[in-house]
């Protein structure tokens, strides 16, 4: 089944705890994103990546970090979380055949930090 | 800058009743646009999405949206609504992108959409 995995679904974590969220694609899509889904702000893009060792900047990409050594992988780090990153998460994929392309959304990562 | 309006943040609606959800964008070149549907607890789903052609959009569930340059709007509609339509609902915008393919998808804040039995 095609699908966007992310472990793990839940997390309560403190403050500067480094953490990592994983995200994994069996579609073999270039192109890989993650969001935060704050109520009333909607899904604001953290960073994205195009292809293995290629990433960019979304337009929160403050206190996050990223790596794409393997296509099928994009986990999201957090070296010193804040409570200001309590959030919803949501990875996302698609072919990078052309930017209308659909991204398929993982089911999310719910984290509280304290 | 590019932007995405929901200008509703909640919608109530009878169940049978005709839905339109509104969505404006501001992006200079021709837009590429997306409505997402997001049922309590889950990810997010692709209804529709618009690049080129046919200004009138079909999608899944029975939903349709047109694009209206003119207007800037992007507006889903459904003719009767189904008590499993309750959800929220996004729109979103392609930004940035470039002929390498690098882009980002600019989402708007969301409507949520109630049903009335």
């Known amino acids: 089944e095609a699908q966007v995995t992310q472990n793990p679904r839940y997390l309560i974590t403190v403050t500067g705890k480094k953490l990592t969220v994983t995200c994994s694609q069996n579609?073999?899509?270039?192109?890989m994103s993650w969001y935060r889904q704050d109520p009333g702000l909607g899904l604001r893009q953290i960073y994205y990546s195009m292809n293995v060792e290629v990433t960019d900047k979304g337009d929160v990409p403050e206190g996050y970090k990223v790596s794409r050594k393997e296509k099928r992988n994009f986990p999201l780090i957090l070296e010193s979380p804040s409570p200001n990153q309590t959030s919803l998460y949501f990875c996302?994929?698609?072919?990078?055949?052309?930017?209308?392309?659909?991204?398929?959304f993982g089911p999310g990562t719910r984290l509280l930090v304290l | 800058a590019q932007s995405v309006t929901q200008p509703d943040i909640h919608i109530t609606v009878s169940e049978g009743a005709s839905l339109e959800l509104r969505c404006n964008y501001s992006?200079?070149?021709?837009?590429?646009l997306f409505w997402y549907v997001q049922s309590p607890g889950q990810g997010l789903q692709l209804l529709l999405k618009?690049?080129?052609?046919?200004?009138l959009v079909q999608g899944i569930k029975g939903f349709e949206a047109e694009f209206k340059r003119s207007q800037s709007s992007f507006n889903l509609r459904k003719p009767s609504v189904h008590w499993s339509d309750a959800a929220e609902y996004f729109c979103?915008?392609?930004?940035?992108?470039?002929?390498?393919?690098?882009?980002?998808?600019?989402f708007g804040k969301g409507t949520k959409l109630s049903v009335i039995p």
């Open positions: 579609m073999n899509h270039e192109y």
């Open positions: 979103a915008v392609v930004t940035s992108y470039s002929g390498a393919g690098s882009y980002q998808l600019t």
């Open positions: 996302a994929s698609s072919f990078l055949a052309g930017s209308g392309e659909t991204q398929y």
């Open positions: 618009y690049f080129s052609g046919d200004t």
């Open positions: 992006y200079g070149a021709t837009p590429y």
